[in-house]
C-alpha cells in the first residue's frame, strides 16, 4: 500500500477553469456539474458570476449551511466510508474493479441506496473496466476518497460563498428533489427549472439519457 498525500475542497477546483475557458475564448460559460461536479459548477457560479450564463447543477446535496459534514456523513454508508483516513484505500486498493461492480447499482435507480432491491449496474463492462483502470492509480483512488474526507471544508466554503443569482438548472434521481432543493435554494437564488429524472437514480445521465439531454437544450438553447 502506497501513500499518496492528496488535498481536495471543492471550493479549490473552480479556479483552475477561467484560464482554460480564457484560451478558448469563452465568457459567458454554460457550466453543468453531476456530483461533486455539481458543487464545483455551484463554486464556479459564486465566484466567476460575470463569466457564468447559466448553470446546471445535478443530483447532490450541497454541502452548506443547510447540512453540515457530521449530517453528511450520515446520508449513506459509502460517505461515511470513504470519508476515513487510509481505511477505504486499504479494503479497496486490492480490487478496485469489484468494488466499482458492487457499488455503481446501489446508487442506480432501484438499488439499495433508495430502499430497492436492484442490482442491475447502469455501466457496461467497458466503462467499468476503464473506471477501474483510472482508480488502481493509487494517486487516484486517494484523490476519490479526498473529496469526502473534504467536507468540512466545503461546508465552510459554502457558507462563505457569495449567493448565485444566475439562471439555474436543478436535476436529481426521481424523488429526490424537494431533499436536494431543500439543501441548495439558499444558496442559489434563481432556480428556473428543477426536476427530477424518471426512473433515474444518482446516475441522471447513463439512466435516462433522452430526459437530461432534453432538459439541458431547454434549458441551455431555449
Known sequence: MH?????????????????????????????????????????????????????????????????????????????????????????????VREYLALFYPQVSYGGTAFGGTSDRSPFT????????????????LSGGFELYRALDKDVLDTAAAAPVRVPALLMTAQGQLEAI????????????????????GHWLVEENPRFVTTELMRFLVG
Request: no cysteine.
Open 3 to 95: 501513500r499518496v498525500d492528496v488535498h481536495a475542497e471543492l471550493a479549490g477546483e473552480p479556479g483552475q477553469i477561467p484560464r482554460r475557458l480564457d484560451r478558448l475564448k469563452i465568457w459567458d460559460a454554460a457550466v453543468v456539474g453531476h456530483d461533486f461536479g455539481a458543487a464545483v459548477a455551484f463554486q464556479y457560479a459564486s465566484q466567476f458570476p460575470d463569466d457564468t450564463a447559466h448553470l446546471g447543477y445535478l443530483d447532490l446535496p450541497l454541502p452548506g449551511p443547510a447540512v453540515d459534514a457530521a449530517t453528511y456523513r450520515s446520508l449513506s454508508w459509502h460517505i461515511a466510508f470513504h470519508s476515513q483516513r487510509r481505511v477505504p484505500e486499504a479494503v479497496v486498493g486490492d480490487d
Open 125 to 140: 463492462d467497458t466503462e467499468i473496466n476503464e473506471y477501474a483502470r483510472t482508480y488502481s492509480r493509487p494517486e487516484a
Open 181 to 200: 432543493r431543500a439543501t441548495v435554494a439558499p444558496r442559489m437564488t434563481k432556480i428556473v427549472r428543477a426536476v427530477d429524472v424518471p426512473h433515474a
